[in-house]
């Protein structure tokens, strides 16, 4: 059985071209409208720690930046998990249909 891991970058972008026209792709765009946000936030709280560790600014400011900074990291991570089970699952599916269309074509 085939693993995203086991294709090159080429065999991956189409693979992702073709879940994104064949397969169910309302939890991977969701997923990846987050991952977009995410790194917008990631952006956001470097420069803004940056900023309040620049103009020596103490208090809640670096502490909610530090969290912020936290969750986009996880965000990023969980979201880029997500989407490789999706494209994952999809692979298998691709998989298992070859194998059903052969062995249906072998009893014929």
């Known amino acids: 059985m085939m693993n995203i891991n086991d ?17 169910e792709t309302d939890i991977y765009r969701k ?19 940056t900023l309040h560790t620049y103009i020596n600014a103490l208090g809640a400011g670096n502490v909610i930046d530090a969290f912020l900074l936290v969750f986009t990291l996880f ?3 969980r ?17 298992a249909g ?3 269309s052969t062995i249906s074509k072998k009893k014929k």
């Open 7 to 23: 294709l090159s970058k080429e065999e991956i972008k189409v693979l992702k071209e073709d879940f994104l026209v064949k397969g």
């Open 31 to 49: 997923a990846q409208r987050i991952f977009i946000i995410s790194i917008i936030g990631l952006i956001f709280s470097t420069t803004s720690i």
């Open 75 to 77: 965000f990023i991570w």
């Open 79 to 95: 979201t880029t998990i997500l989407k490789r089970n999706e494209l994952n699952k999809f692979l298998m599916q691709k998989e």
């Open 98 to 100: 070859k194998a059903k």
